[in-house]
């Protein structure tokens, strides 16, 4: 079954650095979304991505973050200069297409960030 | 303000039990509702989707949404220990965007 998949699982980061966060959607998909959630607490929009550029963002979405998708493949989410309290899992979900028929996002496995 | 709102439990039940997880959202012009489920350390899995009144049946999953309350929830009937997670209402409010409640936390005792 097809899946949506997210590199690493796991990154440490000093204050202060950039990262950048990997996904490969579904293949036949062609919205894009990331999500992340804070410890302990729900999980947060953050920016939706379709047809190269960006759909929605949330209020979280500052000038921070960014999202690209280079190849046809992959989703990036880059975060510069992380704070402490960028720390969260960060999921990637995608869906196959908008409208009131296909919202159903799937989610990836998640890559928790940790800001040291 | 858009929010979504759970009881965030614990919710215990015995097994084979019927669970009744309850979600209220605040937009009446909501349209499409989710229930997912997430295992600690998890990815949220969908379970669910509903996007008209009524009930609607899938396996031992049973969703039920009335626009007029605002309310949607989510019935587990034949309740099993691997249900032991912690449930999510999703709902879009406008566009793509899911606004998530916290969480209801189920554990079904052998």
């Known amino acids: 079954e097809p899946e949506v998949t997210q590199t690493p699982s796991h990154q440490v980061t000093q204050m202060g650095q950039e990262v950048i966060l990997r996904c490969v959607p579904i293949s036949n998909h062609l919205y894009f979304y990331w999500y992340r959630q804070i410890l302990g607490q729900k999980v947060e929009f953050l920016v939706s991505f379709y047809n190269n550029e960006i759909s929605e963002k949330s209020e979280i979405f500052d000038d921070q973050f960014s999202v690209e998708r280079p190849d046809g493949s992959n989703f990036t989410l880059k975060i510069r200069s992380t704070k402490l309290e960028d720390s969260a899992m960060y999921f990637c979900?995608?869906?196959?297409?908008?409208?009131?028929?296909?919202?159903?996002?799937?989610f990836g496995p998640g890559t928790r960030l940790t800001v040291t | 303000q858009k929010e979504v709102e759970q009881n965030s439990g614990p919710l215990s039940v015995p097994e084979g039990a019927i669970a009744s997880l309850n979600c209220t959202y605040s937009?009446?012009?909501?349209?499409?509702f989710f229930w997912y489920r997430q295992y600690s350390g998890k990815s949220p899995e969908l379970i669910m989707f509903?996007?008209?009144?009524g009930d609607k049946e899938d396996g031992r999953f049973t969703a039920q949404l009335n626009k007029a309350s605002q309310y949607v929830s989510l019935l587990i009937r034949d309740s099993q220990p691997s249900d032991s997670a912690t449930y999510l209402c999703a709902v879009v409010f406008t566009g793509n965007q899911f606004y998530f409640g916290t969480g209801t936390s189920l554990t079904v005792i052998p």
């Open positions: 509903i996007y008209s009144n």
């Open positions: 979900a995608s869906s196959e297409r908008s409208g009131r028929s296909s919202y159903e996002q799937y």
């Open positions: 937009d009446r012009g909501s349209q499409s």
